[in-house]
Nanobody, 120 residues
Framework: QVQLVESGGGLVQPGGSLRLSCAASGFTLDDYAIGWFRQAPGKEREGVSCISSDGSTYYADSLKGRFTISRDNAKNTVYLQMNSLKPEDTAVYYC??????????????WGKGTLVTVSS
């Protein structure tokens, strides 16, 4: 059974950092693309970053330079390092898995999300 579990969210001040984790089970991580998405209140779910099975990485243009995605195959976990956080980064962050990186409605497996709140 494929399962994705996000962790690492919380309350952080503007300018701070958080590292989110996406722990995968039921499949071999390096056979799949893993994407991070987020959904703010009243807004549509949007893509944040994705790492493909071959290790290629993709980022939303607005987030390049602040967010970094990485993968630890031994731990079957994907990370999202988020630096210089802004209040507009406040959202529920989800990880999702599929054969390739694609838009939210194309990703097959989803975690339940972890809340990130950026506020002073």
């Amino acid at each position: 059974q494929v399962q994705l579990v996000e962790s690492g969210g919380g309350l952080v001040q503007p300018g701070g950092s958080l590292r989110l984790s996406c722990a995968a089970s039921g499949f071999t991580l390096d056979d799949y693309a893993i994407g991070w998405f987020r959904q703010a209140p009243g807004k549509e779910r949007e893509g944040v970053s994705c790492i493909s099975s071959d290790g290629s990485t993709y980022y939303a243009d607005s987030l390049k330079g602040r967010f970094t995605i990485s993968r630890d195959n031994a731990k079957n976990t994907v990370y999202l390092q988020m630096n210089s956080l802004k209040p507009e980064d406040t959202a529920v962050y989800y990880c999702a898995a599929d054969e390739k990186c694609q838009a939210p409605n194309g990703m097959e497996y989803w975690g339940k999300g972890t809340l990130v709140t950026v506020s002073s």
